[in-house]
């Protein structure tokens, strides 16, 4: 885009083309099926102590030990803000 290359310095312009594949080089490209069935599994399911939203439960596949705190920073329902009583889910 013209316009673009006139804001930009000619010096910080790389001037061969690069190409990669964004999938490999965040190596998610083995993900596809598995990604989707994944989300089917989680959504609308409970754990065995509390219910949980499909982001809290795949909050939960996180490692704990990784960062200290769930990746979407989220925690437990309060007990009033859950709907269902807690039960097991069977498969």
């Known amino acids: 885009i013209k316009w673009i290359e006139d804001l930009v310095p000619r010096a910080m312009w790389i001037q061969e083309p ?7 080089l965040w190596r998610a490209s083995h993900w596809g099926r598995k990604h989707q069935q994944f989300y089917g599994f989680a959504v609308n399911r409970e754990s065995a102590l509390d219910v949980y939203s499909k982001r809290r439960i795949i909050a939960e ?25 807690a039960r097991h889910v069977s498969n």
Request: net charge negative.
């Open 18 to 24: 690069i190409n990669y594949d964004r999938h490999a």
């Open 61 to 85: 596949h996180c490692h704990p030990d990784a960062s200290g705190i769930s990746s979407t920073g989220s925690g437990k329902l309060p007990e009033e803000a859950q709907p269902y009583e």
